[in-house]
């Protein structure tokens, strides 16, 4: 665990999360300590830890089991449960954007933010991205830039609808990813909540519970007829941009050597598919492996 983790729980009970090393209190929205420079941990892990969060989730989880014990369906949530706990960080982007990750190692992937900031790149005009950073800044207030979005995925697929899907390897993102209950913009839609509403509690967890967020959103649609084969659809509805999912948030940036698998389709276009050929020996030779159907 690190250094910062310990910080928030010793300093949990005052609610307010203080430096071990120089005992000063630390804003909630930055990665060290601004007084001595001390790992404080990520911000979005810290605000997940927080006790009126895990309280909230660890009751949502227990009405989940005592639902699935009334039903006689608890031994198919535990199975349901013990997958999510091997389940993978899935994120998606554009041919495009993957050769340029694929291309070295001195290139990262860039967030929605920064790809804006350096003008690489314009806003769609869409209602997404007209709401988005309106969305991102109430749950990430002053980092919403860091964070990268992806999904929870058991079969290593992601929402293909948004190109190619790159599983994350665990080692790399394990510390600074979170898990929300699902597309943030879709959930403030369906909740109508604005600037100003206190956010409801319980709904995102670090990674290392990932598995109890899944139980506490999911449980109750598990019956004694769900099989196992049916989880992944459990955690990404469909392909689609707008797919049920269970987001994944990581803070910082994603380098070509955290990939760990590539899948999707084949293009059509004979220009598009001689660049994937070209993004996926790139990959390879650093032992990403790739399924392309």
Not at 50 to 55: A, I, L, Y
Not at 86 to 97: D, H, I, Q, R
Not at 253 to 280: C, F, T
Request: aromatic residues 6%; hydrophobic residues 40%.
């Amino acid at each position: 665990m690190g250094t910062g983790l310990l910080t928030y729980k010793l300093s949990v009970l005052e609610n307010v999360m203080k430096c071990l090393n120089c005992h000063e209190e630390i804003p909630e929205h930055v990665r060290s300590c601004v007084v001595c420079g001390a790992d404080a941990g990520y911000p979005n892990v810290r605000a997940a830890l927080h006790s009126e969060e895990t309280t909230a989730l660890e009751l949502r989880v227990k009405e989940a089991e005592e639902n699935a014990n009334l039903q006689g369906c608890d031994g198919i949530l535990k199975s349901f449960r013990k997958d999510v706990a091997n389940s993978s960080a899935v994120v998606c982007c554009s041919l495009g954007k993957l050769n340029e990750l694929a291309s070295s190692d001195n290139l990262l992937y860039q967030t929605f933010y920064q790809a804006i900031g350096s003008e690489a790149r314009l806003p769609e005009d869409n209602e997404y991205d007209t709401i988005r950073e309106a969305v991102d800044s109430l749950f990430f207030p002053h980092y919403h830039e860091q964070i990268r979005f992806g999904a929870l995925s058991i079969n290593r697929t992601g929402i293909s609808g948004y190109g190619y899907c790159m599983v994350l390897k665990e080692m790399a993102i394990k510390d600074r990813a979170t898990v929300f209950e699902e597309n943030l913009i879709l959930f403030v839609k369906r909740l109508r909540i604005v600037a100003g509403d206190p956010l409801p509690l319980g709904c995102r967890a670090p990674w290392a519970k990932r598995d109890l967020l899944a139980v506490a959103k999911l449980g109750k649609r598990i019956t004694p007829t769900t099989t196992q084969a049916e989880f992944s659809e459990l955690l990404i509805s469909s392909p689609t941009r707008v797919a049920d999912i269970i987001e994944v948030h990581i803070y910082g940036p994603i380098h070509r050597r955290a990939i760990e698998h590539l899948s999707g389709r084949e293009p059509r276009q004979r220009a598009d598919k001689v660049l994937l050929k070209s993004v996926i020996k790139k990959l390879k030779e650093i032992g990403v492996t790739a399924e392309i159907s």
